[in-house]
């Protein structure tokens, strides 16, 4: 029994080869269409995708290419070729606005550009297309079905943009630029108000705040310790049992203790 079966097997098999390779050699677009995506179903992307390049010029712009670019599109994204799959999504989803499939189309290429966002600490270009994309999406299909996810997807990557200005910020204390780093913190607050990295980024003021008055020359330092205890009280103001207080109330008491030699 088990001998026959893969003698099927093989004759599928061969069969299967047989016809892929016969499509390649036709002249006839609807032959390479309709093997295109039995291979498509059969989950052979990648051969689906050589025909489907083959033939897609024959079907652009007509009725009849509306399955045709639909399963060229999905074959890439099947594929993880996200920057093709996204191109041809859109596509799809601008040159057949009455498809059935436009708004998973419009979805999928917006994702596309999701799945394109690398990690924080590399450049963001990407990330910002990204967010462009599904935002557009969102906005234009309100009540889609894929709306959790595109809203998810945005937390991501307005988080994993953040996470890129705040970390340039926190460098800036790391290499004893603390009036850039000041500045850097100010601004990346002022910018994301709802972010996450709220609670560090003003431990991480105060911080610099902190090192610049203490390393101070006489004549600044008083005004930079007073500055360090606004920054030290805007962190409690925030957060009143913050991670870093104990950290934050060593650094007030150094910041008192440095004060007094100016009541004298």
């Not at 557009?136 to 945005?154: C, G, Q, R």
């Not at 004549?219 to 103001?237: D, G, H, I, M, W």
């Amino acid at each position: 029994m088990n001998k026959i079966l893969i003698v099927l097997l093989a004759l599928t098999t061969l069969t299967s080869c047989s016809e892929y390779q016969k499509a390649l050699k036709s002249e006839d677009p609807a032959v390479k269409a309709e093997v295109a995506k039995k291979l498509y179903d059969d989950g052979k992307y990648t051969k689906a995708i050589r025909l489907y390049e083959q033939v897609a010029p024959s079907y652009k712009g007509k009725p009849q290419g509306e399955q045709v670019f639909y399963y060229f599109s999905k074959s890439y994204y099947a594929t993880k070729q996200y920057y093709l799959a996204g191109y041809q999504l859109e596509n799809y989803a601008a040159t057949y606005p009455k498809s059935e499939k436009r708004e998973e189309a419009a979805f999928l290429g917006a994702e596309c550009y999701y799945r394109l966002s690398p990690i924080y600490s590399l450049d963001q270009i990407d990330t910002q297309k990204a967010l462009s994309k599904l935002q557009k999406f969102i906005d234009t299909y309100p009540n889609s079905e894929y709306l959790p996810k595109a809203n998810e997807y945005v937390k991501e990557l307005r988080e994993k943009e953040e996470k890129k200005v705040f970390e340039v910020a926190k460098q800036y204390n790391l290499i004893s630029d603390y009036k850039a780093a000041i500045k850097a913190f100010d601004n990346f607050i002022a910018d994301y108000p709802g972010t996450p990295f709220k609670e560090q980024a003003l431990f991480y003021r105060f911080d610099a705040a902190y090192k610049l008055a203490i390393n101070s020359v006489p004549n600044k330092k008083q005004e930079r310790l007073n500055f360090a205890l606004n920054a030290y009280s805007s962190l409690l103001k925030f957060k009143s049992d913050t991670e870093f207080k104990e950290k934050a109330d060593k650094m007030f008491a150094a910041i008192e203790t440095e004060l007094q030699q100016f009541s004298k």
